[in-house]
């Protein structure tokens, strides 16, 4: 690997981060507040949240096994993607290179910070070769992204492949984990120590039911995080987000049964799937949805919006033409989906 400096851009790595009232006071008792110009009326919402989650994080180290400095917590982890660009990628100088088809947001956010984004195609089962990943990049490669289980395609990545590009890469690996909760893979979390150019994505918005509130985990080697922490919004995840948050981490065996209920759900949804006329293929998935290749997808998906039911056409997707993506709901849910596409002539 690089040196965290050489991958960094230059004024990043100089940026000297805002300084905010609460950053200045730590740990003290304190019981009068006149240093933020909050209004001292309205309680508990008027006061700034910790812009450093220091309960939020204290909470999810145990959970995770991940000590509170690797874990950095954004709006998403649509904040991380967008950081990750910003601190380490020279507008129209530097490049990414990234699976393709994967989660879309990695092309926008590359768009967005004016850096080349460089796809390498899939096999035919979905998976991917370090070699050709590494063949794409070149000296101004500053990070290479991964997503597994992947969107849209629903598997897991091969982890000796993942592993072998963490090892040959000079740059950052940004490995999206999204899913992990639905997988039997291992995360690659416990491995950080081993690999300083790892990044892991997470979320609270897929198994842990909280898409609304808005939060997602980095982890990574503690100097990656302190950069990802320098340039963020000072007060980036809200009061009621951290609250939030710190009740469903108390209630995590609920998580385990959602996910169990939907991974059972998933595998008989799949079987089902697979009896369907209007179904030619169903893709084997470690996650929370599935792909299926249809006879036509524009027109299923059409006939599926009429009947007030909504799933992901991913038809102008690289590899997934004539795909459908369709998550995984209640049971009732899914037998209202089932019953519809039964009703469907072609
Ligand atoms: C849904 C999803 C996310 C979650 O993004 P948030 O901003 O945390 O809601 C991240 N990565 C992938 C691949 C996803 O599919």
Not at 17 to 30: I, M
Not at 75 to 101: H, K, M, T, Y
Not at 178 to 183: G, W
Not at 201 to 218: E, H, N, Y
């Amino acid at each position: 690997m690089k040196t965290l400096q050489e991958l960094t851009r230059p004024n990043i790595w100089a940026l000297k981060p805002y300084s905010s009232a609460r950053d200045e006071y730590k740990g003290v008792e304190a019981s009068v507040f006149l240093d933020a110009n909050e209004n001292p009326y309205n309680g508990p919402h008027n006061r700034y949240p910790d812009p450093l989650q220091v309960e939020l994080k204290k909470n999810l180290s145990k959970l995770k096994g991940v000590a509170s400095e690797h874990i950095f917590l954004g709006n998403g982890s649509d904040e991380a993607i967008d950081l990750v660009f910003r601190a380490f990628c020279e507008p129209r100088q530097d490049n990414v290179v990234a699976i393709d088809p994967t989660y879309g947001m990695y092309q926008v956010c590359a768009e967005i910070n004016e850096v080349e984004y460089r796809k390498v195609l899939l096999d035919e089962h979905f998976q991917f070769s370090a070699d050709k990943l590494l063949e794409a990049a070149d000296a101004h490669t500053k990070l290479i992204f991964l997503c597994s289980p992947n969107n849209p395609t629903g598997n897991d990545l091969d982890s000796s492949e993942i592993e072998r590009l963490l090892r040959r890469f000079e740059g950052l690996v940004v490995l999206d984990e999204a899913y992990n909760d639905f997988s039997e893979q291992p995360s690659f979390l416990t491995r950080l120590n081993e690999f300083p150019n790892l990044i892991v994505l997470q979320t609270f918005s897929k198994a842990w039911g909280c898409a609304a509130i808005r939060l997602g985990m980095a982890f990574a080697s503690k100097d990656i995080v302190g950069l990802l922490t320098k340039i963020k919004y000072p007060y980036n995840v809200n009061q009621l987000t951290q609250q939030q948050a710190m009740e469903m981490l108390h209630r995590y065996y609920e998580i385990e049964r959602w996910v169990t209920m939907l991974k059972d759900e998933r595998n008989h949804l799949e079987k089902v799937f697979r009896t369907l006329p209007c179904v030619e293929q169903v893709f084997p998935s470690n996650a929370n949805f599935f792909l299926v290749k249809v006879t036509d997808a524009v027109h299923i998906y059409n006939y599926l919006v009429g009947e007030g039911i909504i799933v992901r056409n991913r038809h102008t997707v690289s590899l997934c033409g004539n795909c459908l993506r369709i998550t995984v709901g209640t049971k009732m849910e899914n037998e209202t989906l089932v019953n519809a596409l039964k009703q469907y002539i072609g």
